[in-house]
């Protein structure tokens, strides 16, 4: 049988103690479920292998610093005119996706970065341009504080992509892959060229519950 | 069933309630009776008492229906079981919802709803104590939330991918069925991974709307090479026509202990083949459509699960108790008796043992999404394509357009004749649904019907669901989803 010295048994029952004191306490978890405040620059709660909040945050941030750093777009003498939304993103991935979520926040970014080194065009909201400028030259209303021009802005860039992915899956460990691949060009409007091209990638890899394969 | 019609008692009790209740109101404006009013908090009190026995914390009838009243009448009795249920059963629950409201003509309702499916089935469910519960030995299988099978999952991916069709939405229609096929290559046979040859084709069928025409011609010549059967669509059509017949596969359970889940085909219908007729009048065309799925052969071609091998494992167990617990009883008692010995000591034991193994439980879980097709039909067609001949002349026909915008043509009026071979049936089907909102349009029928399904799903376990809700983690995740569907 094994002998133990008396102060290692008070140490023995000491921590048996201290254990069974603080059992509860250990197994008392966080059981609220209420809503909180996430980080949106931080990996959710829920998430699985496809492009998540975070991602975006990132994606522009990298996308900004790309686009910023390239002279033919940022350092004209009179700012580019720019169409930056969703209509010629193109999504070939396995992922349903609001594609405006993706071209909004980097538009929100890239304005913020510019501070005026580029005008954004806005073709989404042409009908409400359109209308405002019908009421001026009716005589409605007045011509506002910036004057009548002949015509709305002609753009001279737009921004064009493409998110494609690759999933994998191994069977035996239940892993599933997936490659994103966010992949956004700068298309001079007038001669068809690219200017720039940025391309943001995301590897993520996961395994559902055992219950679920 | 049974907690639908406890909750459909509930509901009646609570409109009897509110019925006193608005009497009570009505009475507000005269001098309030001190004595009546106490009498209706007491019956208040004991309505609230009676359903916590019976629903355990709830939600109870009163705050069930109360949600249940701002949606389409149809469809209350869906809703009404997505919010009682809550996260055990709200894949399932959506997914039988976005069926009935496609079916229907809610289509902003299928939307969320297929959306609230599919949001989960793409999430990890990591160290999920109800996924935990499930591998237990002593814990059903049905236990854990339900995700469905990979059939099942790929048809929630599908009719998400027609919705979006519905509305132009060619890039996301794509990613549905791209996600859907994902979900065939689960099966642990090799020969049967990615074998749904109708989801590759439609998305060819998305590429082409969407003017991807190298990716089109690759999805279609890929699901060409599954199913010889699917024909690669004239470059200029601009019609889908889909429809879906029968009944689908039927989960069942076999084995000593039920420990196995098994495939059986729905009930047999005579529907086997639909003639699709677009327009009226002159400008009238019917024809055949194409065999482009069997959900049985994709339901009973998976493999094995992994949690196949974990119910086999507590069915073994069960099998050893019980062999023991009789060797226990019979051989040792004998023993026992012919050594002197007490029998009784055996006895005892043989009995603990069988006790156990009766708590050991390695039944499969059998919910189901009951209103999928035995079989999908399609075929494509070129509309819109005759309006420019007037302006030909000469008796030269031009050729057509190669695509028209969403402003140059529309749906024509549509009707489906489903037959058995080459007999008409009198089986009206669901009123399609036809609609175009950009390049191309599609029309979706079905031979059956899912209104006249109950409103809860089969294959839930009411007994388990109930003490599920006891769970103070489980309630708050609970609550967390219906403060969301409120």
Known sequence: ?213 | MKTIHRLATGIAAFSLLSLASAVVAQDAAAPVDPAAAKAAAKARAKQVAAWKAQYGPGPYPDEVETFAQGRQEELRGYYRVLYYDGEHNAVLNYERLGLLSMELGYYGDAEKAFDGALDRIEAFYNKDKQAEKATSATRLEVNKDFKGEPYERAMAYYYRGLLYLRKGDYDNARASFKAAEYQDTVSGEESFQSDFALLTYLQGWASQCAGDGSQAADAFEQAAKIDPRLKVPGPNDNVLVLTELGIGPVKATDGQYQEKLVFRPGAAMPENGAIVTLGAGKTTRAWPLTPAADIYTQASTRGGRAIDGILDGKAQFKSGLETTSALATTVGSSFAQQMGGNALYAQGIGAALSMFSKSVRPTADTRMWDGLPSSIMVGTTRWGAAAPAAAAGKGKKPAPKASLSAGEWSMPSVSMTYRQDDNALDLTGTKPMAASAGKCGIVWARSRSVASLPSEAPGNNAKIALARKRDKDVWAKDEAFRAKLR
């Open chain 1, 1 to 213: 049988m094994l002998k133990l010295r008396p102060v290692a048994k008070a140490a023995f029952l000491g921590v048996g103690l201290a254990v069974i004191a603080a059992g509860p306490a250990l197994a008392k978890k966080d059981r609220s479920h209420q809503a909180v405040d996430l980080d949106p620059d931080q990996r959710g709660v829920v998430s699985g292998v496809g492009i998540e909040g975070q991602d975006l945050g990132r994606m522009a941030d990298q996308m900004v610093r790309d686009l910023m750093a390239n002279p033919e777009i940022s350092n004209r003498a009179t700012p580019p005119r720019i169409i930056l939304d969703s209509s010629d993103l193109r999504n070939q991935s396995s992922q349903r996706i609001d594609k405006d979520i993706i071209t909004d926040e980097l538009r929100g970014k890239l304005m913020g970065a510019a501070r005026g080194k580029m005008r954004f065009v806005s073709r989404e909201f042409i009908a409400a341009v359109e209308q405002e400028r019908a009421l001026k030259r009716d005589g409605v209303v007045d011509s506002g504080t910036t004057g009548l021009t002949r015509a709305t802005a002609g753009a001279d860039y737009k921004l064009v992509g493409k998110i494609t992915s690759l999933d994998s899956r191994n069977n035996d460990t239940g892993m599933q892959e997936r490659l994103t691949v966010i992949s956004l060009e700068m298309l001079d409007l007038e001669y068809g060229t690219l200017v720039w091209n940025g391309t943001y990638k995301i590897r993520r890899a996961g395994a559902d519950d055992v219950v679920y394969r």
